[in-house]
């Protein structure tokens, strides 16, 4: 045995196929799941294999450290924090094994995650039914940790219900592969002089007695309630013909396994059974209810019919998706300004079958007199409700300052009978400890998501956050209900298994757990054994908040380490690029956590926290998570949280570099506007020596550019020199007059774009007007020279503000110079009253034509009859704040034109951040994700088309293929 521990690491690091970090970064990261704890560890291991997790086991009994295992991460009870070693299995543990379709069944590695798996089975009409909030991330090794279930659950059961087969290491790093096996069978188990034959033995010996399955029966939940997730589950090992001589049903060890928290054993491989895929055609009635006691009286009611879903969503959910842009277009269903919504879903084999059921289930619902409003819905708009929902568990982050949704209670499940009276108690209870709870439940399950709202960063708050855990316990052994349906005890209930279950239960529990794990390796410290729920909570008690000066105004979030912390940890940042969205590229690509939006933001809040430097943004660990940090602005939109880790890195590049100043690089990008200015007096020189093979080569050394990556030519002429001749062109008696945002980007670069533009909105009888304003200081942002940017800001909101109004709108055609003034240019400005209303005039050419197009003022005669295909690739800050739905509306104006939108995220160039030689194979690596291979599948005739001028590059860089601006598009359709 080594003695010191940091050496011991060394060592297993070296052994290791996978690697093992014990920097502070790591540590960092991994300190926290999407609970309310944070527990530094000793290390985190990346296992490549089963050798290496064999290596951990040993390691760990050998320096009685333990062993967190750890998919996503995404854990709300605490179960993927502590101060062992946490074992990422999500990296390497990836495989789809095997896949049986005829006995319905696969095998899979812990780290396979659910949305994918079930991508892969759809070809087949299989699906795997559990069905998270989480799923587009969520892996199955955790799913089995949690016993998972989702809004599911009511047709097809929970994740123990679907086990087939654990292969599993044990504590003495040693092979277990649990299944079904007779009552025989467990009688030679017994009999092996092992560990394995251990765990039989004492299996056996807590369940064979008559009293014992008594005790278990009378003091664990009512069976009916199948999602049932409090301590181990004995109560499921009980009907089999071990222990009831009538039972015809096998033993299955899988049974406890499922909701153990990966304390018992470390699964190596999954055996699930599958279930065909849901009818194909459903309908879902939303039920609106003027109170939540009302709503859930109706739950019984509704259950009577066949439901593929019943899940509740109340006002505080609701109002929550108000403030975030991406879950507005999912909220056109909303009627009034109901308390709750109970979203009921019933399927067919037709629609027509559908549509009956539905008017069947609005009859009873109707009858109750419980609602007010029945909206129907079909097709995609199913999912645009189910997404609204789903994203409400994120939303709650929302909530701005150090009150926050508080997970604790919110995982607690009753017999549907018991429901309304349950509510009724809770709602009193509540009201004691003066809280107006958030209710987000799986009501056709009978478990409800209620979360006191809290700041725990208050001491009188903490011991509220245990006066209020104790009573509900209390409540809900009352009604022999769950404390936990689907989220895990961990650390946040813990304490409560005794209480719920009982002393002698618990007892029982201690004894099974040391006879798996009698080293208390696997994950120590939840389900059994635990410690205070008040313990290990993310902040201190009545600390001294850090007091953080920023040149960006923060105050929206109360400060930027408050528009850190709003991360809540739900991982939505580290779905892959087949669940859509953009969010996050970098991530993607490597999948390490430190690349994702959560742990950039944890790792800013941990910094801002703890730093004892004078600027609190010098450290190399926020420089390491940043580096990679396209800002794509994803995940301003796509976290449900908004975490705009652009606005953070923009800031942090700003405070770096005022200790570490910056290099020659870095500032080319960020003046690259200036040095275009005297380039552009001699264009032809200018790109002969970008074309040339010395002068490109020496140019891209010192400027450190990928030698792989094009230079882009400046025009022969810039934007702002056609326009003296262009402006004589402006109609006389125009619709409109507007001002086009002649950008650094397109008045250098893409001035035929400019061009295409203003001929294209005079032909349409708009005025164009073209003013001398600074440049948009998108370079300035992205490189953090935010004083220079501040500058341009101001300078252009003293230029523009008395210009621009509803009748004279400000447009722009590079989607990332023009946004700015819709989203940085509110933190850098002076005045930010008059930057507001700048903000609401200003808009993207796209969105201006989509509006004219609108209002019939541009109609599809001024365009051409020609047929024509067209791919439409979308700039990511577009996406973020704005839309691509615009692009596409005002494509699908020309009669025969058809546009289609690639479903990609971001391209990779980002900027400067693809030209850059240490980026460069990254950002091929995103481009190659999804928007690469679409273009080379787009036949020859096919227009590919992108509004940014990076993007632009990179499909000519990646792909070998021209793609254009809409406006040029439209400009060469008019007729």
């Given amino acids: 045995m080594i003695s010191n521990l940091s050496d011991a690491l060394k060592t297993l690091a070296k052994s290791l196929e996978g690697d093992l970090v014990y920097d502070d970064l790591h540590k960092h990261l991994y300190a926290t799941d999407a609970s309310v704890y944070r527990r530094l560890p000793v290390a985190v291991a990346f296992p490549e294999n089963e050798q290496d997790l064999k290596k951990l086991i040993l390691f760990a009994g050998v320096h009685q450290i333990g062993l967190i295992p750890r998919t996503a991460g995404t854990s709300l009870a605490g179960q993927c924090v502590g101060d062992g070693i946490v074992v990422d299995v999500s990296k390497h543990f990836t495989k789809i094994i095997s896949f049986d379709k005829v006995n319905k069944t696969v095998t899979v590695q812990p780290g396979v995650i659910r949305d994918e798996l079930n991508r892969y089975l759809e070809p087949h009409g299989l699906f795997f039914g559990p069905n998270t909030s989480t799923s587009n991330r969520c892996m199955i090794g955790g799913m089995v940790g949690n016993n998972s279930s989702g809004t599911t659950s009511i047709q097809y059961g929970v994740t123990r219900d679907k086990l087939v087969q654990l292969k599993t290491l ?262 004691k400890f003066r809280q107006d709870a958030v209710y987000y439940a799986h009501a056709g399950a009978g478990e409800l998501h209620l979360r006191p709202i809290l700041n725990l960063k208050r001491a009188d708050d903490v011991i509220l956050f245990r006066q209020i855990t104790t009573a509900v316990a209390q409540l809900v052994k009352k009604y022999k209900g769950s ?107 490597t999948r390490d956590e430190k690349d994702s939006t959560r742990g950039r933001a944890n790792t800013l809040r941990e910094i801002l926290t703890n730093s004892e430097r004078r600027n609190s943004f010098n450290h190399k660990e926020l420089k390491n998570v940043f580096d990679l940090c396209l800002s794509c602005k994803a995940c301003a939109i796509e976290c449900p949280s908004n975490v705009d880790v652009a606005a953070l890195k923009a800031e942090f590049e700003y405070q770096y570099k005022k200790e570490n100043g910056s290099s020659l690089r870095t500032r080319a990008f960020a003046f690259n506007a200036y040095l275009n200015k005297f380039a552009a007096v001699l264009p032809c020189i200018t790109n002969g020596l970008y074309k040339a093979k010395l002068s490109g080569k020496f140019i891209r050394k010192t400027l450190e550019v990928a030698p792989e990556r094009s230079l882009p030519p400046l025009a022969k002429k810039t934007l702002r020199k056609r326009f003296k001749k262009l402006r004589a062109f402006n109609p006389k008696n125009p619709i409109k007059t507007v001002y086009l945002f002649a950008d650094e980007f397109t008045n ?143 494509l699908n104006l020309p009669a025969n034109f058809k546009p289609t939108i690639i479903p990609s995220g971001c391209c990779g160039m980002a900027g400067s951040f693809g030209y850059e030689k240490e ?41 070998q293929r021209e793609a254009v601006h809409p406006v040029t598009v439209l400009r060469n359709a008019l007729v």
């Avoid at 939303?286 to 009286?297: K, R």
């Avoid at 007892?507 to 008040?534: C, H, T, W, Y």
């Avoid at 600074?774 to 500058?791: N, P």
């Fill in 483 to 589: 404390m936990s349906g689907e989220h895990g005890d961990g650390l946040v209930r813990g304490e409560f298994v005794a209480l719920m279950l009982g002393s002698a239960n618990y007892e029982r529990l201690k004894r099974i757990k040391n006879s798996f794990d009698p080293q208390n390796i696997f994950n120590p410290g939840k389900l059994v054994n635990a410690g205070p729920m008040d313990a290990h909570l993310r902040y201190t008690p009545d600390r001294d908040e850090p007091e953080i000066e920023t040149l960006m105004d923060f105050s929206d979030t109360q400060g930027i380490l408050r528009a850190a912390e709003q991360c809540n940890g739900s991982g939505d940042c580290r779905k892959m690029p087949e669940a859509g969205g953009t969010m996050c590229p970098s991530y993607r690509a």
């Fill in 170 to 431: 044990l504590s003495d790093g040693n092979e277990a592969v649990f299944n079904e096996i007779t009552a025989e069978e467990f009688s030679q188990k017994r009999k092996l002089k092992n560990r394995e034959g251990d765990l039989y033995r004492s299996i056996f010996e807590e369940l064979n007695t008559s009293e014992s399955r008594k005790e278990i029966r009378e003091n664990y939940p009512k069976p009916e309630i199948h999602r049932r997730n409090t301590g181990y589950a004995l109560d499921a090992l009980l009907d089999n013909s071990v222990f009831e001589e009538t039972s015809t049903q096998h033993f299955n060890m899988c049974k406890l396994l499922a909701g153990s928290e990966g304390t018992l054993a470390f699964t190596t491989e999954i055996t699930l059974k599958l279930d065909e895929l849901p009818p194909a055609n459903g309908v879902m009635i939303a039920a609106h209810f003027e109170s939540i006691e009302a709503c859930l009286e109706a739950v019984v009611p509704a259950m009577k019919h066949k439901l593929y879903a019943c899940e509740m969503m109340d006002k505080v959910i609701l109002d929550c998706t108000l403030n975030n842009r991406e879950q507005q277009k999912n909220r056109f269903f909303i009627a009034g300004d109901p308390k709750a919504i109970l979203m009921l879903e019933v399927r067919a084999e037709t629609i027509d079958q559908a549509r009956k059921a539905a008017v069947e289930l609005i009859a009873t619902v109707e009858a109750s007199g419980l609602s007010y409003a029945y909206p129907t819905l079909e097709g995609s708009e199913i999912s645009q409700a189910l997404e609204l929902r789903k994203a409400g568990l994120g939303l709650l982050g929302n909530i701005v300052g150090d009150r926050k949704a508080v997970a604790c209670i919110e995982d607690t499940a009753v017999a549907l009978e018991d429901l309304a009276p349950y509510i009724k108690e809770f709602s009193v209870l509540m009201a």
């Fill in 748 to 890: 250098y670069l893409d001035a035929q774009i400019g061009e295409d533009a203003v001929v294209l909105l005079q032909r349409l009888n708009y005025e164009v007007r073209i003013v001398t304003h600074a440049e948009s200081g998108r370079s300035f942002i992205s490189k953090g020279f935010l004083k220079y940017a501040r500058k341009a800001a101001h300078k252009n909101i003293q230029t523009f503000k008395d210009l621009i109004d509803e009748e004279h709108p400000l447009i722009g055609i590079e989607p990332s110079a023009i946004l700015g003034f819709r989203d940085e240019y509110i933190r850098l400005a002076k005045d930010v009253e008059e930057a507001k209303k700048l903000a609401k005039n200003t808009f993207t050419i796209d969105e201006f034509l989509n509006a004219e197009i609108k209002a019939e003022r541009i109609k599809a005669s001024s365009f051409t009859t020609e047929a024509k295909k067209l791919k439409i690739h979308g700039h990511c800050h577009q996406k973020a704040l704005s839309g691509i739905e615009h692009t596409f509306n005002i």
């Fill in 919 to 959: 980026h460069y194979d990254l950002s091929m690596q995103i481009g190659e994700q999804t928007l690469f291979p679409a273009v080379r599948k787009a036949t020859g005739d096919t227009l590919i088309v992108a509004p940014g001028t990076s993007c632009r590059h990179q499909i000519k860089d990646g792909t």
